[in-house]
């Protein structure tokens, strides 16, 4: 890397976002390039991967394992994805009644109020 008019360095990672993956990406001489585990499906062991997409196929781990997606909380959030997660309904119960309620802000400016918006249903 001390040598040479133009050293360069291929690192392949799943991307968890902590600091040096994101400093990396930060750099403007880095050149980002992103893969699903699918398009390398043809270099990899089957039964690895049947286990690979059985086990994460559909969880917020998996975009980031599977889809190479570079995860990360709202600070401003209510609520930490890991939360919604963890509670997330994964069946579906047959409802006989749905409300939904819109709060809409007046304005769409710094400082202007949120929306808020609330699901209910009645089983």
């Known amino acids: 890397m001390r040598k040479g008019d133009n050293p360069q360095v291929i690192c392949t990672t799943t991307p968890r976002p902590i600091k040096i993956i994101r400093d990396l990406i930060a750099d403007k ?11 390398n499906a043809g270099n990899l062991n089957p ?4 286990r690979v997409v059985s086990k994460y196929q559909g969880t917020r ?6 889809n190479g997606d570079l995860l990360d909380d709202n600070p401003e959030a209510l609520w930490k994805r890991a939360d919604i997660d963890n509670y997330r309904i994964r069946e579906i119960p047959q409802l006989s009644l749905v409300v939904v309620g819109v709060d809409p802000s007046v304005t769409s400016k710094a400082g202007s109020d949120d929306t808020g918006i609330i699901v209910a249903g009645k089983g």
């Open 29 to 39: 001489r880095t050149v980002e390039t992103i893969g699903n585990t699918l398009d």
């Open 61 to 66: 781990l998996g975009r980031q394992k599977l």
């Open 47 to 50: 039964q690895y991967l049947e």
